[in-house]
C-alpha cells in the first residue's frame, strides 16, 4: 500500500506544485444485508484493506484537471463551471459528479488537480466506484474546508452515483467506504441511517472473496427492476396502512395478508427482503456470542434467498457457494452485492485456507471450464487523510 501511495504522490508532485493531500479511500466487503439499503432495510459492511489512493491540490487555471494511474484516457480536464454534463470519460463521470452534487449544496470549489490510482480489482462487487466517489467528497472538503459531516459526504458520494453516474444504488457502499473502522463491521440501518459498530476480527477466521470474474454492471436494469418490485409491493400494502412506506415498515403478517393482491414475483421479492433484515439482525446477536457457525449459517441463507426469490445469482456464483458448502473449513459464504457476477464472500479458518482456495479453484474450473481470482481481505479504516494516520497505514 505505501508503495501505491509514493507512486501516485510521485506521479502528481511530477505535474503539479502546490500542497497536496493524499487521501485513502478503501473498498468494502458486505457480511449480509443485501438489497436491503434501497428498502430502507439493515446491512453489515465493512471497510477493506484494498482501496484508492487520491493525491489532491488546488490550482489558479480555474481548471479542475484529472489523472488516472490505472485507466485509459489517462487524463480528462475541464473549466471550473456552475453546473457540469456527463464527461465522456466513464471514470471521469465519478469525480465531476461529485463536483455537480458539491455545488448543488452550495460548496463550489475552486480549480484543482486530482491523481489517483488503486488497488481494488473493478467490477468485482467491491465498490471501487463508491471509494472513489467517497474519496473525492472527502478530499475535497478538506482542500477546500467546507464544513460537511462524514454523513453529509456520504449522501454526496451516493448522488453522484444517483444523478450524475445514473445508477439507482442505495447509501450502503458509500457509508461502509467512508465511516469504516478497523477490525469493526457496520450495522447500519438504513431507514435512520443510526449505525453500530460490531467488532470483527479473529485469529483463526479469515475473509475470503472467491471472484467468478464475471463482470455485469449495475446501471444493468435488473437492478431497476428489483427496486420496482419492491415498491409496488410497499404500494400494495400502503393502500391499506398508509404509515407503510417501505418494506422496512412492513411486518410479515401484513406481507401474507396481502399476498393475494400481489403478483407472485413481487410477493417473493418482498419476502426475500423482510427475511433477509431479520437474518442481518440474527447474525449481529451471534457475533456478540462469538457464534460464528451460527453467523455462517445465516450467510448461506441469505445466498439460497437471493438465488431462488430475489432472483439476482447467477451459475458462477452459486458454483462458487456449492464449492464452500462442501468444505467442512467454510463457515459460511454468499455472493455479495448487486449480483449477477463479481465475488462471493467466504467466512474461513485460518488453518484451513490454502486448502479451502485449492477445492474451490478445482470445483468451479470443473464445472465452468474457468479460473477464479481470490482475495483474502482485512477489515479497514475508511477513507481518511494518509497524513493522518501514518502508522495505521504501515502496517495496511
Ligand atoms: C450495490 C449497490 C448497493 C446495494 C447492493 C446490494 O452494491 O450499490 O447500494 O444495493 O448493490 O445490496
Redesign the pocket.
Known amino acids: 500500500m505505501q508503495e501505491l501511495q509514493a507512486k501516485i504522490l510521485t506521479k502528481h508532485s511530477d505535474r503539479y506544485a502546490g500542497e497536496t493531500l493524499l487521501v485513502r479511500s478503501p473498498g468494502r466487503v ?1 457480511l449480509i444485508g ?5 428498502n430502507n432495510g439493515f446491512v453489515l459492511p465493512a471497510a477493506i484493506d484494498k482501496a484508492i489512493i487520491l493525491a489532491l491540490s488546488k490550482n489558479s487555471d480555474n481548471l479542475i484537471r484529472l489523472n488516472s494511474a490505472d485507466m485509459e484516457p489517462g487524463y480528462f480536464e475541464t473549466p471550473v463551471l456552475k453546473s457540469y454534463k456527463k464527461t465522456g470519460v466513464h471514470w471521469a463521470d465519478y469525480i465531476i459528479g461529485v463536483v455537480d452534487e458539491l455545488q448543488k449544496d452550495g460548496f463550489h470549489t475552486g480549480g484543482f488537480d486530482c491523481t489517483f490510482g488503486g488497488d481494488i480489482p473493478i467490477g468485482a ?1 467491491l ?1 471501487s466506484s463508491a471509494a472513489l466517489e467517497g474519496g473525492v467528497a472527502f478530499g475535497l472538503a478538506r482542500l477546500f474546508d467546507f464544513d460537511l459531516s462524514l454523513l453529509a459526504l456520504t449522501k454526496i458520494a451516493q448522488r453522484a452515483e444517483n444523478n450524475f453516474v445514473g445508477v439507482q ?5 458509500q457509508f461502509a467506504s467512508l465511516h469504516g473502522e478497523k477490525d469493526r463491521v457496520i450495522k447500519l440501518d438504513c431507514r435512520s441511517l443510526d449505525y453500530e459498530l460490531y467488532p470483527f476480527q479473529w485469529d483463526h477466521t479469515r475473509v475470503l472473496l472467491c471472484d467468478t470474474k464475471v463482470r455485469r454492471t ?1 446501471a444493468g436494469s435488473e437492478y431497476n427492476i428489483r427496486r420496482r418490485q419492491c415498491e409496488e409491493g410497499v404500494a400494495i400494502i400502503n393502500k391499506s396502512d398508509p404509515s407503510v412506506r417501505s418494506l422496512r415498515d412492513v411486518t410479515f403478517h401484513q406481507l401474507e395478508s396481502h399476498k393475494d393482491k400481489m403478483d407472485a414475483v413481487v410477493y417473493r421479492r418482498c419476502r426475500y427482503v423482510l427475511e433477509e433484515n431479520q437474518r442481518v439482525t440474527d447474525a449481529c446477536t451471534m457475533l456478540l456470542e462469538n457464534d460464528l457457525a451460527g453467523f455462517g449459517q445465516k450467510m448461506y441463507q441469505s445466498h439460497y434467498g437471493l438465488r431462488d426469490d430475489y432472483e439476482v445469482s447467477c451459475r458462477e456464483l452459486d458454483i462458487l457457494v456449492e464449492a464452500a458448502e462442501q468444505i467442512d473449513g467454510v463457515l459460511g459464504a454468499r455472493m455479495m ?2 449480483g449477477f457476477g463479481g465475488c462471493t464472500i467466504n467466512l474461513v479458518l485460518d488453518n484451513t485456507l490454502e486448502d479451502t482456495i485449492r477445492q474451490i479453484q478445482t470445483y468451479y474450473h470443473e464445472k465452468t471450464g474457468k479460473e477464479p481470482g481470490f482475495h483474502i481481505v482485512q477489515i479497514g479504516q475508511g477513507t481518511h487523510l494518509v497524513t493522518e494516520l501514518a502508522d495505521d497505514t504501515k502496517s495496511s
Open positions: 458486505n443485501e438489497h436491503t439499503d434501497y462487487g465498490s444504488c442505495g447509501i450502503m457502499d449495475l452485492g448487486g
